[in-house]
Each structure stands twice: as structure tokens, then as C-alpha cells.
């Protein structure tokens, strides 16, 4: 019973290793109430193993002796062992105490067709125990996100399919020279052969039954990609297995499995791949049925040894690409998500550097609406107190966006120059231009008008002398946006000391975090005039 323990330990560690594990195992965790009830459903689902135990095991050795009385090599005439895989696939679902079906589904197989107690006995021990050790390495293979989803659990599967065979294959040739029915001298090569068949019955049947899940049937939708590869896939590979059985380039035809196998590996999946391959079991078994009667049995073994050799290889293609195709879109899947985490890191990064860009701006602005609010008479303070309050209160109810309209921007602007105007009466003179209606729907960084505006009712002032003119200018051209503010006067270069320029750098760094390269802020002087200009690429929309 120990030995059995830790079976029974492996194949929950291979359960939980499969893609769509069956969950009876976890009924022995269930509440004692449910026990009952998990034993009774357990006792039917092992009634019906060992049922189809003994079927899987009759199958191919009724079809043998059907097809060839005289009987074919050890290892050869079954073609493949179903009930190899039917075992495996036995135990993982329902765990290692489902060992008795194994047992006894071979055994009755083996008597009721005749064969001695001893050999049978053997037969059957060495089928329960190429299951056991197939489970044994699942167990320790301790893949978490699924054998067949990984290449490196296909390996393991694939290497468990090969070596695991051998528990049964060594002690049936072993037998079968005990009893002269084989010469020594062919107990290797039976006990390969042997083995290869149960190791192609793994590869070919066992994905299939392991990845079945009755209840999505209904949920099932044929689309058309999936239709087309359905049809052109059992066309071409009827023709392919049949091919195997001519003569000439009927091995070189039989290829035309492969794109069958291999399309569903890389557009469907490893659920489409193991129905593939169940589908070639049936191919396998319908052509040698039809083929059997008309080839000599030494070409009847050589073909169906190279069916154990290609099936298996096909199988094991069609696994591996699955697996590596898998893999490939975890990896993609978790690059995007990279991507977006970083992207969405960036966004916050910039964002949080506009707001404190913005709150930089809109103080620096207040403090120079209060000097010259202090700087009036008390008759105008009151006005200019209600155009200040007008234009805060827009200013925070205006939704903190990356960009906004020019027109909300000039409109910015202009409650700024109502105040400016106030103070400075006739001396400041504002024009603004615009050489369409439609320009003004454009979008550009927000609060990046204001600050020019200012810097150039500040600083012109200082360096104009007369009245003080200020224009501003916004069109379009080749699908860009220029904004120019030009004021007369000189140009004043910035200076820490006396804090200047700060308004035209916050306003070049704004555009740099979101129009890079593609827009521009330049500063020209000539003639009298300092001009501010400001370009980037039209924005149809305002982005939020």
C-alpha cells in the first residue's frame, strides 16, 4: 500500500499538471458528507474504466487475428496498443486507485481470447506498470501551467510515452522467447517495436482524451478558417495515409499529414492537434483494414512499423509546435502587458509633470494679476477683481486635459488682457488674427497661450518705447498649427536671477512631453518687434 501512496502522490502532482485536469481527486478533500456520494460516482467511473480497459485490450488482438490469421511480428501485429493510453489517461483522471481496472480490463482480455495464465499475467502486470511509471514522471515533471501548454512538459510527455512502454514491452518479448514463440535473437527488436506502439498510442490517443471536455460541445462555433483547415486536412490526409500502402512515392505522399497536424498547431492550438491526431488513429486503422488483404505480410510489417515511426513523429511535431506556439503567445500576451503597465507609467509620469507645470504657471499668473490690481486706482480694482475672479473660476472648471481648443485658450488670454487693458488704458494695443473660423477648433497644449501672452505684456513693456502694441496671430498651413504672439520692444534674454523666462520654458517643456520633436517654440527680434512663434501638428480633436 505504501508503494501506491506515493503513486497515488505523483499523479495528483500530474493532475494538477494537465490542462483541463478532471477534479475527482478532489473529492477526497470534500467534506465528510459528500464522501458518500463521491465514492458511489467514483465506484461507476471505475466499473466503466476497467470496461473500456478490456475493450481498448480486445480491439487491436480480434482485429490482428481477423486480418492476418497466420499471425505477424510481436510488436507489429496490434499496429498501435489503444489501451496504453486509455490506461494513462485512466489513472490521471481518477487517480492511481484505479489501478484494479488496469489490472483486471488486461488480464480478461488476454483469457478470453485464450492465451495462458502466465503470459497473461505477465501481460497485465506490464501494462499496470507502464502506466504507473508514465504517471510516476508526470508527477515529477512539476509543470505548473500544464504539460501539453509547455515545451518543456511536451518533452516530458514525449519522453514518458518512450521509455515508460518498456515496463510492459521487456517482460512480454521475455515471455514470448520463454515460450518459443520468438527466437532470442529477436527479443530486442520485438521489445522495441512493442514499445514503439504503445509509445504512438500515447502520442496519438492520449492527448485527445486527456483535452476532452464534453460540456463545451454545446458552446462550440464553427467559423470559417476552421471549417476550411477541417476539410482541406481530412482530405489531404486520407489521401496521405492511404498513399503509405502504394508502392513508389506513396511514403513521400503520406507527408501530406503533416500540414494538418502542424496548420492546427499554429492556429488552433493543442486542443485542435490531439483531435487531429485522433483523427489519424481512425485513418490508421480504416487503410489497414482496406489494405490488409492485399499486401504480402512482409510488406504489411515493414508498412505498419513505418505507420508506428510516423505517427509518432507527426504526434510529437504537432505537440511541440502547439507547445512552442503557446509559449510564444504568453510571451507576447505578457510583453503587451509590459508595454502597457510601462506606457501607462509614462502617461501618469507626464501627466504629473503638466499638472506641476500648470499649478507653476497659474500662481505666477496670480501674483502678477494682484501687482497690478495694486497698482490701480480703487475705482478699477473692483472691475479688475471681477475679470480675476471670471477668470479663475474658468480656469478650474475647465477639465485638466492634455490639450483644449484655441478657442478656449485665447479666451484665457483675453481676461488676462481685459485686466492688463484696465491698467495700462490706451498704451496697450491687442489685435487677434485668425486666418479662418475653423482654426480656432484646433487644439493645442493647454495653458500654453496664457503664459506667452504674459511674458510679452510683462517684458514688452520694460523694453517698448510709445504705445505698447500686441498682437496675436493663429493659422494653418500643410497641416500645422502657428501661433504667433508679437509684441514691440526688444528682447530680453532670460535670466535666473531676476526669474524671466520661465513662462516660455515651461511652455517648450509642455510641447516636448506631447508633441516631441514635431512641435516647435521659437523666439525672433527684428525691426522693433519680438515675436514668440509656436508650431505643432493640428489636432483635430481635444485629447483627454
Not at 463521491?38 to 470496461?51: C, E
Request: charge should be positive; proline fraction near 4%; aromatic fraction near 10%.
Amino acid at each position: 500500500m505504501g508503494f501506491f501512496s506515493h503513486i497515488t502522490n505523483w499523479t495528483t502532482l500530474a493532475r494538477r499538471s494537465l490542462i483541463a485536469p478532471a477534479s475527482a481527486a478532489g473529492a477526497l478533500e470534500a467534506p465528510a458528507g459528500e464522501r458518500a456520494r463521491w465514492s458511489d460516482r467514483f465506484g461507476s467511473k471505475l466499473l466503466l474504466f476497467g470496461l473500456l480497459s478490456l475493450f481498448s485490450s480486445l480491439f487491436p488482438m480480434l482485429l490482428s487475428r481477423a486480418l492476418w490469421p497466420d499471425g505477424l511480428s510481436a510488436g507489429v501485429e496490434n499496429l498501435l496498443w489503444p489501451a496504453t493510453a486509455v490506461h494513462v489517461v485512466g489513472l490521471l483522471r481518477l487517480g492511481a486507485g484505479a489501478w484494479p481496472a488496469v489490472l483486471l480490463g488486461t488480464l480478461l482480455s488476454q483469457l478470453w481470447l485464450g492465451r495462458p495464465w502466465a503470459p497473461s499475467v505477465v501481460n497485465a502486470f506490464g501494462n499496470l506498470g507502464e502506466a504507473l511509471a508514465f504517471v510516476w514522471v508526470l508527477g515529477r515533471a512539476r509543470v505548473r501551467n500544464g504539460i501539453l501548454n509547455t515545451r518543456r512538459g511536451v518533452l516530458f510527455f514525449l519522453g514518458a510515452a518512450l521509455l515508460t512502454p518498456l515496463a510492459s514491452a521487456l517482460p512480454g518479448a521475455f515471455t514470448l522467447c520463454v515460450q518459443a514463440r520468438l527466437p532470442w535473437e529477436h527479443y530486442l527488436e520485438a521489445a522495441v517495436v512493442w514499445g514503439f506502439a504503445n509509445a504512438t498510442s500515447i502520442v496519438l490517443i492520449a492527448p485527445g482524451l486527456l483535452l476532452a471536455d464534453p460540456g463545451r460541445v454545446r458552446r462550440f462555433r464553427v467559423t470559417w478558417p476552421a471549417l476550411a483547415w477541417l476539410v482541406a486536412g481530412l482530405l489531404m490526409s486520407w489521401f496521405g495515409v492511404w498513399a503509405l500502402f502504394r508502392a513508389g512515392p506513396g511514403v513521400a505522399l503520406a507527408f501530406l499529414v503533416l500540414p494538418f497536424v502542424l496548420w492546427a498547431a499554429l492556429r488552433f492550438g493543442v486542443k485542435a492537434v490531439a483531435a487531429a491526431l485522433l483523427w489519424i488513429v481512425g485513418l490508421f486503422y480504416a487503410a489497414v483494414i482496406v489494405h490488409a488483404p492485399l499486401l504480402p505480410a512482409g510488406q504489411m510489417e515493414v508498412t505498419l512499423r513505418y505507420l508506428q515511426v510516423f505517427g509518432f513523429v507527426v504526434g510529437a511535431g504537432g505537440l511541440l509546435l502547439a507547445a512552442l506556439g503557446r509559449e510564444r503567445a504568453d510571451a507576447m500576451a505578457r510583453l503587451g502587458e509590459e508595454r502597457e503597465r510601462a506606457s501607462e507609467a509614462a502617461r501618469r509620469e507626464e501627466r504629473a509633470r503638466l499638472e506641476a507645470l500648470r499649478y507653476q504657471i497659474e500662481p505666477h499668473f496670480l501674483f502678477n494679476c494682484l501687482n497690478s490690481i495694486r497698482a490701480v486706482s480703487t475705482d478699477v480694482s473692483r472691475e479688475m477683481l471681477t475679470e480675476l475672479s471670471d477668470y479663475f473660476r474658468s480656469a478650474l472648471t475647465t477639465r485638466k486635459s492634455d490639450s483644449v481648443s484655441l478657442r478656449e485658450e485665447w479666451a484665457h488670454a483675453r481676461q488676462y488682457l481685459a485686466i492688463e487693458q484696465m491698467r495700462h488704458g490706451p498704451a496697450l494695443a491687442v489685435r487677434f488674427e485668425a486666418d479662418a473660423e475653423e482654426t480656432l477648433d484646433l487644439a493645442l497644449p493647454a495653458f500654453s497661450l496664457q503664459p506667452l501672452v504674459e511674458n510679452a505684456v510683462r517684458h514688452g513693456f520694460e523694453q517698448s518705447r510709445g504705445p505698447f502694441e500686441l498682437r496675436i496671430a493663429v493659422s494653418r498651413a500643410e497641416g500645422r498649427l502657428r501661433v504667433e504672439v508679437a509684441n514691440t520692444g526688444r528682447w530680453r534674454a532670460a535670466s535666473a536671477a531676476s526669474g524671466t523666462g520661465l513662462g516660455l520654458e515651461n511652455v517648450r517643456r509642455r510641447l516636448a512631453l506631447l508633441a516631441g520633436d514635431a512641435a516647435s517654440l521659437k523666439v525672433r527680434h527684428d525691426l522693433g518687434w519680438v515675436r514668440v512663434i509656436l508650431e505643432l501638428p493640428e489636432l483635430r480633436e481635444v485629447q483627454a
